[in-house]
């Protein structure tokens, strides 16, 4: 598993913003756009960047904490 793949992202639209909010609370507040899709993938892409900076600092990396939601069966 790579390391960003532990991080919890989503999308979810903002009808205060009339915009989409891409987020990944561990590691950053959000970010914003208009296309889902590209949203997402420039998410993927800022958090390779934070993760990144976080490894070339020495630092470590905050533990995931927020999960999705799961199914009770």
């Given at each position: 598993m790579k390391r960003c793949d532990q991080y919890h992202k989503w999308?979810?639209?903002s009808?205060?913003?009339q915009v989409y909010i891409g987020k990944c609370p561990d590691?950053?507040?959000g970010i914003h756009g208009d296309d889902p899709v590209q949203l997402y993938a420039d998410l993927c892409e800022v958090?390779?960047?934070v993760i990144h900076h976080f490894e070339s600092e020495g630092r470590d990396l905050p533990v995931p904490r927020i999960r999705p939601m799961q199914e009770v069966v």
């Open positions: 999308i979810e639209w009808e205060e913003s590691l950053i507040t958090i390779q960047d």
